[in-house]
């Protein structure tokens, strides 16, 4: 019965996310509920790379292995970007066939699966923002999660990333530390809602979960990769939401987490190349 019913769910939310992708270039950007999509004025379209292979969305079936993989509309005119995002799933869908490869001859119980869908978080004249978030199942109790997160710089062609923005530990440190400070009060609100906790597993949840924390976001910029700006309405940025996968800052059951640091936390350590993507 559990196997009909994450092929029949797998199956029919990739089905939703290809009807939704092929609503035409006139449709909105999707938005994530963590960060609404901004009106945008676009740059010109740019004619591809030769080369540079096309984005189409994925739906692939068989008794062994089933692939689904969706994207927005609209990034061709970011050719770099769209080289990025395609290796990025050719990774994980050669990951997947090696797994089932591995079986031999054996057919897995239930087929094993990779699901994904980027979302275009914003578009501005200076930069895109793009969300990847899936799942890779090859058995066991859940799938591996996948979380990526590319902020695209427009004009210089290129991913822009953590260690590239905020170049020194000393931003990094005080980075760290508002977002710890952060998820430690989120930690305490999620567990205080557990009216079966007494008040000893109250203290060990905490503890734990502090803990996850201190550990999987002390002041290293590997530890905020994943990163999404959050825009004022100018376009320019306000904040960064940093988002951590399962495992990284707490326990699987808990989900991807992030928190939001605001930009007069940040604006003291960007690198002055790129300081002028910041509200004044």
Partial sequence: MQ????????????????????RG??????ATPSTPAP????????????????????????????????Y???LERYPGLVEVLA????QRRDELKG????LGNDRPTVPYDLTLSYQKLAETPDLVAIAADGDLYSGGAHGQPLVMRYVWLVRDSRLLTASDLIPTAAGWTAVSSYARAQLKIASQERASQDSALTPEE????????AKSIDEGATAKPENFEHFEPLLDGNQKIRGLRFVFPPYQIGPYAYGVQNVDVPASV???HIAPAYRDLFSP
């Fill in 3 to 22: 196997t009909h019913l994450r092929n029949a769910v797998l199956i029919a939310a990739i089905g939703v996310a290809l009807t939704a992708c092929k």
């Fill in 25 to 30: 270039d006139d449709a909105a950007p999707a």
């Fill in 39 to 70: 009106a945008a004025t676009t740059p010109p379209v740019a004619a591809p790379a030769t080369g540079t292979p096309v984005l189409k969305d994925v739906l692939e079936t068989s008794d062994r292995m089933v692939v689904g993989i969706t």
């Fill in 72 to 74: 927005p509309v609209g």
């Fill in 87 to 90: 290796k990025y799933s050719q």
């Fill in 99 to 102: 797994e089932v490869d591995a």
């Fill in 202 to 209: 109250l203290a060990r949840v905490l503890s734990d979960d």
């Fill in 266 to 268: 940040l604006k003291p």
